[in-house]
């Protein structure tokens, strides 16, 4: 009598927001299974963009022109859409296309990454649009002329002589506090 030991492996997990309605399948004793991500629609259009990929038992994803992932567009060719929908659609069509992507490459969204960069970037150029502001109203020379009536309590630069960065640079206008001292705030 001939015994067979079959070995099992760990089911590798399926790429995030993906389903598989089939299960395993068997190729030439290579096992695979066929997955879909979620469908997109835009609103007021008659379609849906899908998507579908092929994962091998050890996790790989095809990725030939064949058999890689691909992204279906089913709307109706003589749908008319509005030019607010074909934005809509080309937005959904890049977020489709990232998705298949990562399913690829295993890398996080590199769109979020950028949206933080970006983010980051905006509150930085806030925080110097702020000090810009700041600069221009030390910048009025009469206000540069009365802050240097005054010592800096940041530098200490004497009356008559314009204050100084750390490098001992002058600088291009007056420490606010010394302006601050000059108007009498302080």
Not at 12 to 22: G, I, K, M
Not at 90 to 114: F, K
Not at 176 to 186: C, H, K, L, Q, Y
Request: net charge negative; with cysteine.
């Amino acid at each position: 009598m001939e015994t067979t030991i079959m070995t099992q492996h760990p089911e590798p997990a399926l790429p995030p927001n993906t389903v598989c309605e089939d299960g395993w399948q068997d190729d030439e004793g290579q096992p695979y299974r066929i997955f879909s991500g979620r469908d997109r629609r835009v609103p007021g259009v008659d379609g849906v963009i899908g998507t579908s990929a092929i994962q091998y038992s050890d996790g790989t994803i095809e990725t030939s022109e064949d058999d890689g992932p691909h992204i279906w567009l089913g709307i109706a060719a003589n749908e008319a859409i509005t030019a607010t929908q074909a934005r809509q659609l080309a937005a959904q069509l890049i977020d489709t296309a990232d998705e298949v992507d990562r399913w690829v490459s295993g890398e996080p969204d590199s769109r979020l990454n950028a949206a933080r960069g970006s983010l980051w970037l905006a509150l930085e150029k806030l925080s110097q649009l702020e000090r810009d502001k700041a600069r221009l109203a030390l910048n009025c020379m009469a206000c540069r002329v009365e802050a240097e009536d005054v010592r800096c309590p940041i530098c200490r630069a004497e009356p008559g002589q314009p204050c100084a960065d750390t490098d001992g640079e002058p600088r291009i206008a007056p420490h606010a506090s010394r302006a601050s001292v000059a108007r009498g705030d302080e």
